[in-house]
């Protein structure tokens, strides 16, 4: 039975990758790497939740005519969201022909859907498949804490949840970038019950995640030209430097967050970083991956990371699980 590192023979190719962002996403360091954007956060819809359905639909179709594809040449769509059941992908991707598994991995999503459509891509079941997620903050903050008009104080621990889409497509061995390896994760709990300091509890799923990897793959932190998390933000990026540390992996030199790379948390006012399920979908779609097929980045490891938590859970004072899935990612330089 496989419990580790997954290796993809055939190496899928992402052939096309687009994002669809808010007004304040668009005044951060990344506003030129999105392909739309809508200064009001509705794109033209009447409740947040139908928004955030909206940004999923315009992401996709962006990213299919991006591609030069149609919707027909899309086997399946692996998609998810932070709203209760997904209601975001399920209303937003209705329409769409298309085999559809929705997903919920919180932050993690991104990468969880890239690892599912890899491998089923790898095996053969499908030629072409769409990875799909998106947050939406004023969705967020109603769901989770209070509605945005509320003006609740947040502590310098909590992350500003990302108003973003993004959606790639997934298929068959051709050009760069490439998905050579995934490792799904494992629940991680480490007693943390705030949900104000989402980077503490999500972090040592990413230690965990990573350890595993380095562990079994024989490699080390500086073999990678970057190692991108999402989101832990501030607070959580410390925590798994000092973790993996303790392990005898220094990731200082490599490391960036999603979380701290979507905004400029002094001058944005958004405390500890960015998160939500858009947070690492958008700087992967709209940064990373040009990043990859410009020939400036050769080898990463992408590793989102997701809180496993709900209302209900929160109500009751559980504790929060995280997750973290791993996805490698080669462009041509890492081919010599």
């Avoid at 919707?71 to 998810?80: E, L, N, T």
């Avoid at 559809?100 to 459509?117: D, H, I, K, N, Y």
């Avoid at 350890?211 to 991108?228: A, H, L, M």
């Amino acid at each position: 039975m496989q419990r580790g590192i997954i290796e993809l023979s055939s190496r899928p190719s992402i052939l096309s990758a687009a994002t669809v962002v808010g007004k304040k996403e668009m005044d951060g360091p990344l506003a030129r790497c999105f392909d739309k954007y809508d200064e009001t956060d509705t794109f033209g819809m009447p409740t947040w939740e139908q928004s955030e359905s909206e940004m999923q639909r315009i992401a996709l179709n962006t990213a299919i005519d991006k591609g030069g594809f149609k919707i027909h040449d899309i086997d399946a769509i692996f998609a998810g969201d932070l709203i209760n059941q997904c209601t975001s992908s399920g209303y937003g991707l209705a329409n769409f022909d298309a085999q559809f598994f929705g997903l919920f991995g919180a932050c993690s999503t991104m990468a969880e859907s890239l690892v599912l459509a890899s491998m089923l891509i790898d095996s053969g079941k499908y030629s072409r498949c769409a990875a799909v997620t998106s947050s939406h903050n004023c969705s967020a903050e109603r769901q989770f804490r209070f509605p945005i008009e509320y003006g609740g104080q947040r502590p310098p621990t909590a992350q500003w949840t990302v108003t973003g889409a993004a959606a790639l497509i997934v298929g068959e061995h051709s050009g760069a970038p490439y998905i050579t390896e995934v490792l799904p994760g494992r629940v991680t709990d480490k007693g943390i019950t705030d949900n104000a300091n989402m980077g503490a509890a999500m972090a040592p799923a990413a230690a965990d995640t990573l350890k595993r990897y380095f562990d079994e793959s024989g490699t080390k932190p500086q073999d990678f030209d970057t190692i991108f998390t999402g989101d832990l933000g501030f607070e959580g990026s410390g925590i798994l430097g000092e973790l993996l540390m303790s392990e005898g992996y220094d990731i200082s030199g490599v490391h960036k967050d999603c979380g701290l790379m979507i905004y400029e948390r002094e001058r944005q006012d958004v405390h500890a970083g960015g998160s939500g399920c858009g947070c690492s979908g958008c700087v992967l779609a709209g940064h990373i991956l040009p990043e990859i097929t410009a020939g400036k980045l050769g080898r990463i490891l992408f590793v989102a990371t997701g809180a496993m938590m709900n209302t209900a859970s929160l109500q009751q004072g559980l504790t929060i699980p995280g997750i973290a899935h791993l996805v490698c990612i080669e462009g041509d330089r890492a081919d010599g």
